[in-house]
């Protein structure tokens, strides 16, 4: 039997996380982790509280087998699920709990994703396209790159990896699968090359953004974002907690914008004599800015230099 590779992940954010996820040590109480990935930042809420139980969600196979295996010390307070956060609602209902006193989510890739390079997701090493953070998924990254219409692809290129010569990009994406369908990792790295060059010294290497911005439309990773925080809000107890750690700009602005809706009672356009939207607060942010690594953790760890966490309280 083949053996599953370790699976290194180090949790980023992990201090700030316990001071912001907070319970009554001696009530038992319920987490969703609905990225438990390898399972980091559980085991540290997991250990603080005797009495937590544990609903792990996760994408990725891989993951779920290592946190299975990390947090096997915390027994049947411990529940892991394969799926998506989107749905953690409907997961939980299905796990017969109907409230949680905390969600925890911290999106984005894991480290053992990009650094296997079977699969696919670093342009630093010559492998299959895939991408996929559920590997039962028909849409590989080769696939999305070999159907994407061109505008679609200049879109998520703009949009995902915050890319200026998008419309290029895609239009030579195009131009290069009419030759040859894009199938390995250094096919993509060849449209970089191709069309943006060599990065300025002190930027991302062209081909990160490139990569992630088709990493994001393989996984539907904003879409899940946001129902996922609609399901958490839904799933909360009063004065239960979300907590979100995200990696990216534009899911930090889905997050900020998210609470600060939900923590707002009127929503009408600014100039209205009378509300008419009828929006009600139903959330608190507790963090007023995104609380970001301290540079002892950057030092040790550089994934977490574009970090961010939000946290916001159900009223
Ligand atoms: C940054 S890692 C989480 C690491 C984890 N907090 C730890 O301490 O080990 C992100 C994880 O989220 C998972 N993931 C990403 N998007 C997801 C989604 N929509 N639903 C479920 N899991 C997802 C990935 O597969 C990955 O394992």
Same mark, same amino acid.
């Given at each position: 039997?083949?053996?599953?590779?370790?699976?290194?992940?180090?949790?980023?954010?992990?201090?700030?996380?316990?001071?912001?996820?907070?319970?009554?040590?001696?009530?038992?109480?319920?987490?969703?982790?609905?990225?438990?990935?390898?399972?980091?930042?559980?085991?540290?809420?997991?250990?603080?509280?005797?009495?937590?139980?544990?609903?792990?969600?996760?994408?990725?196979?891989?993951?779920?087998?290592?946190?299975?295996?990390?947090?096997?010390?915390?027994?049947?307070?411990?529940?892991?699920?394969?799926?998506?956060?989107?749905?953690?609602?409907?997961?939980?209902?299905?796990?017969?709990?109907?409230?949680?006193?905390?969600?925890?989510?911290?999106?984005?890739?894991?480290?053992?994703?990009?650094?296997?390079?079977?699969?696919?997701?670093?342009?630093?090493?010559?492998?299959?396209?895939?991408?996929?953070?559920?590997?039962?998924?028909?849409? =590989?990254?080769? !696939?999305?790159?070999?159907?994407?219409? #061109? @505008? &679609?692809? *200049?879109?998520?290129? $703009?949009?995902?990896?915050?890319?200026?010569?998008?419309?290029?990009?895609?239009?030579?994406?195009?131009?290069?699968?009419?030759?040859?369908?894009?199938?390995?990792?250094?096919?993509?790295?060849?449209?970089?090359?191709?069309?943006?060059?060599?990065?300025?010294?002190?930027?991302?290497?062209?081909?990160?953004?490139?990569?992630?911005?088709?990493?994001?439309?393989?996984?539907?990773?904003?879409?899940?974002?946001?129902?996922?925080?609609?399901?958490?809000?839904?799933?909360?107890?009063?004065?239960?907690?979300?907590?979100?750690?995200?990696?990216?700009?534009?899911?930090?602005?889905?997050?900020?914008?998210?609470?600060?809706?939900?923590?707002?009672?009127?929503?009408?356009?600014?100039?209205?004599?009378?509300?008419?939207?009828?929006?009600?607060?139903?959330?608190? =942010?507790?963090? !007023?800015?995104?609380?970001?690594?301290? #540079? @002892? &953790?950057? *030092?040790?760890?550089? $994934?977490?230099?574009?970090?961010?966490?939000?946290?916001?309280?159900?009223?």
């Amino acid at each position: 039997m083949s053996q599953l590779p370790a699976f290194e992940h180090i949790p980023v954010l992990k201090d700030e996380v316990l001071q912001y996820l907070t319970f009554a040590e001696d009530h038992p109480v319920r987490l969703i982790d609905g990225t438990v990935g390898g399972g980091g930042h559980s085991a540290a809420l997991l250990e603080k509280y005797p009495k937590l139980e544990l609903l792990g969600i996760d994408r990725d196979d891989m993951a779920l087998n290592a946190a299975g295996k990390r947090l096997a010390f915390a027994g049947s307070r411990v529940r892991l699920v394969r799926g998506c956060y989107a749905d953690l609602a409907a997961i939980a209902v299905e796990n017969g709990w109907d409230q949680v006193d905390g969600i925890l989510l911290d999106i984005g890739v894991s480290s053992p994703q990009l650094d296997l390079p079977e699969r696919g997701f670093s342009w630093r090493n010559d492998a299959v396209l895939d991408m996929r953070m559920d590997r039962r998924s028909e849409l =590989t990254a080769g !696939r999305w790159l070999n159907r994407t219409g #061109e @505008a &679609e692809m *200049a879109r998520v290129f $703009r949009e995902y990896g915050e890319i200026r010569r998008a419309g290029a990009l895609a239009k030579k994406a195009v131009e290069m699968r009419e030759n040859k369908p894009f199938a390995m990792t250094s096919d993509l790295v060849a449209l970089s090359d191709a069309v943006l060059g060599r990065a300025k010294p002190g930027h991302l290497p062209h081909p990160t953004l490139v990569f992630q911005a088709v990493r994001i439309a393989v996984n539907d990773e904003l879409r899940q974002l946001e129902s996922g925080l609609k399901s958490a809000l839904r799933m909360l107890v009063p004065g239960g907690r979300v907590a979100v750690i995200s990696f990216h700009s534009l899911e930090d602005r889905i997050v900020k914008n998210f609470f600060r809706k939900e923590s707002t009672a009127c929503i009408c356009p600014p100039g209205l004599p009378v509300c008419c939207c009828g929006h009600e607060a139903v959330l608190q =942010t507790v963090t !007023r800015h995104a609380v970001t690594a301290k #540079e @002892a &953790e950057i *030092a040790a760890n550089s $994934r977490c230099a574009c970090a961010r966490l939000r946290v916001a309280e159900k009223l």
